[in-house]
């Protein structure tokens, strides 16, 4: 069977290298750059093919309304939107026109290693979440935003001096605070849309059990379930914490006690064949999970219904 080619991955190490491929004219600080695609010719990268950035991107697109193709998936932004993009992620460039509508703000590791943000950026679950998984911007949030990367563009305008990387990093640090904050927002106004996907993985979780896949695959695992869920692991484990509570992993073990007090109240199946048939390899770790989430032994709970 003949294998079809792999697109070229066009591999950028350096932002003075973006801007030179973006045909704009050299950034004034080598590790931080502001983009309007408006000033950017379409089409730059041959269609299909890959692009691979050795720094952050986070776009803007302040008014476009409808929904777009970017990457791999699409946007449906209304008034506005924000998707963020960390080192090493391999996407594929837009196709359509409008999609190079908007400013991208695209800054080295290096520019923020030695300042706090540096060592928690990783906290910004964002930056792990898929295309389709973008922040929806209200219009009040939208002007907030746009405020933000005018005082950015401001400051990239300036010649550079001994506070310009201070006042830079701050700016992306605030914008990354509103951006967690608007998430937060967005998990809870889109509620139908966000319960819809648990009311799927209380499906999915159920089917798990009830099919017997856990004798044949073990456990369910958060890569497994966000995978046929069609949510990236962080974004569906953000979504959860923000309205249960529970992370992703912590949902799974919830369901997991409770399939097991059913297993535990309604047959005489022995606690090894329950933890063997839940997917567990030693009864050993199901009973101590079952005790650290009950408070009481599989065996003290079964007893309470005799």
């Known amino acids: 069977m003949k294998m079809q080619p792999q697109?070229?991955?066009h591999h950028i190490k350096s932002i003075s290298q973006l801007m030179r491929i973006l045909e704009l004219p050299a950034p004034l600080h080598p590790l931080i750059a502001l983009v309007d695609y408006n000033k950017v010719p379409i089409g730059i990268f041959p269609k299909g093919n890959?692009?691979?950035?050795?720094?952050?991107?986070i776009s803007f697109k302040p008014s476009f309304t409808g929904q777009i193709k970017y990457g791999q998936g699409y946007y449906d932004f209304e008034e506005g939107g924000l998707a963020f993009l960390k080192p090493k992620q391999i996407v594929f460039p837009p196709e359509?026109?409008?999609?190079?509508?908007?400013m991208a703000l695209y800054f080295h590791p290096d520019f923020i290693r030695t300042y706090p943000l540096g060592s928690t950026l990783n906290n910004y679950g964002f930056f792990s979440y898929d295309v389709s998984e973008a922040l929806f911007l209200s219009a009040k949030e939208k002007e907030i935003i746009a405020g933000l990367f005018a005082v950015i563009a401001g400051e990239l305008d300036n010649n550079i001096d001994a506070y310009s990387q201070d006042v830079l990093v701050s700016q992306i640090d605030?914008?990354?605070n509103y951006s967690n904050r608007f998430y937060n927002r967005q998990f809870i106004t889109r509620k139908a849309v966000n319960h819809d996907i648990i009311t799927a993985l209380d499906r999915l979780l159920n089917s798990y059990?009830?099919?017997?896949?856990s004798l044949k695959n073990g456990l369910p695992s958060v890569k497994y379930i966000s995978t046929e869920l069609k949510q990236s692991q962080r974004y569906l484990s953000d979504m959860l914490s923000s309205l249960t509570g529970l992370n992703t992993q912590q949902y799974i073990q919830n369901a997991i006690i409770e399939k097991a007090k059913e297993k535990l109240s309604r047959t005489n199946l022995s606690v090894s064949e329950i933890a063997y048939g839940l997917g567990f390899e030693h009864s050993q770790s199901f009973s101590k999970l079952f005790k650290t989430k009950t408070n009481v032994s599989p065996l003290e709970f079964?007893?309470?219904?005799g």
Do not use: H, Q
Request: hydrophobic share 35%; no cysteine; proline share 3%.
């Open 302 to 305: 079964r007893k309470s219904f």
């Open 96 to 102: 359509e026109v409008e999609s190079y509508e908007g």
């Open 209 to 213: 059990f009830e099919e017997e896949n």
């Open 7 to 9: 697109p070229d991955i």
């Open 174 to 176: 605030l914008l990354l």
């Open 50 to 57: 890959r692009i691979s950035l050795d720094f952050y991107k």
